[in-house]
């Protein structure tokens, strides 16, 4: 850049005004690119400076790599400033079937140049290592290796359908359940065990697993057909419960909850395009657009 601006002003003196650094840094920086090439570059006399054969050769690669050099800071400043390109996301398999189409299809239509991949899994990705910009979690640790954002708790509900409570009565006490066919989630460990709270005081209830499956949508359906109980978050049965097709039981009794967290790694800057998907899930969030949160 220093032999460019000095080729271009013809003047070591105008090319150190070009550039907002001294005339002896300037030399020194094309006495050391000659030297690098093994080849002079400027005649230089008392009255003017002219590039050599040689010089005005390579004086035309560095015009052309000026204009590669801009080109390179637009594009960086374009991914930095505007709200396009690709954006992959992570969300839990359960939460995204219920939630995630509403959510994209307003996201495409706040940002239209947005392309969005969302994985769907019951697996905590490495966002890092597999090139993902955000995820949804639910988590009591979040990775402290990453920006968490928190957004709502998750609530479970104990849960029966009208026959099942017909066939063996209505739960009274936690302890009741372990004399009952529960089913329960197999990607949980130690799911087998229902941990109730009421008024300060715990309680752990062995259930009776008569299924175990590593699916909620599964469960709620078994639920609703069978004559059995099962532990299920709430956004998940709300609507049934509404209907009366599925019944809460033990409603004054807390199981414990779960923070859902927005996660992204940590860059500085942050690229427009996933500031502007991160803003909006957090504002979706805090619109209560997530019914049973």
């Not at 002896?24 to 008392?46: C, D, F, I, N, P």
């Not at 359960?94 to 019951?122: H, I, K, N, W």
């Amino acid at each position: 850049m220093a032999f460019l601006a000095v080729a271009e002003c013809g003047s070591f003196t105008r090319a150190a005004e070009r550039m907002g650094c001294s005339k002896a840094y300037v030399s020194k920086q094309v006495a050391a690119l000659e030297r690098a090439l093994g080849a002079k570059l400027l005649h230089r006399t008392t009255r003017r400076l002219q590039a050599t054969e040689t010089g005005a050769m390579y004086l035309e690669y560095c015009q052309r790599l000026r204009e590669t050099l801009g080109e390179a800071e637009r594009a960086v400043s374009s991914v930095r400033t505007e709200v396009r390109g690709r954006v992959r996301m992570s969300v839990p398999t359960t939460f995204g079937m219920e939630f995630m189409a509403e959510l994209l299809l307003a996201l495409r239509q706040a940002y239209p140049e947005l392309d969005v991949e969302l994985d769907l899994s019951t697996q905590q990705r490495d966002l890092v290592a597999e090139g993902i910009d955000l995820a949804l979690r639910f988590t009591r640790s979040p990775d402290p290796r990453l920006i968490a954002k928190p957004l709502a708790v998750l609530h479970d509900w104990v849960l029966g359908s009208p026959a099942a409570l017909r066939r063996h009565g209505t739960p009274r006490h936690p302890r009741d359940l372990a004399q009952l066919p529960c089913l329960s989630n197999s990607h949980f460990k130690g799911d087998e065990q229902w941990l109730f709270m009421r008024d300060g005081a715990q309680e752990v209830v062995d259930v009776r697993h008569w299924l175990r499956v590593n699916n909620y949508p599964l469960m709620r359906r078994l639920t609703l057909l069978g004559d059995g109980f099962a532990k299920l978050p709430a956004f998940l049965v709300q609507r049934e419960v509404a209907a009366g097709e599925l019944v809460r039981v033990l409603p004054d009794h807390e199981l414990p909850s779960t923070p859902l967290y927005l996660v992204f790694p940590d860059q500085r800057p942050l690229p427009r395009k996933v500031r502007a998907a991160v803003d909006f899930v957090a504002e979706w969030f805090r619109q209560g657009r997530c019914e049973g949160f």
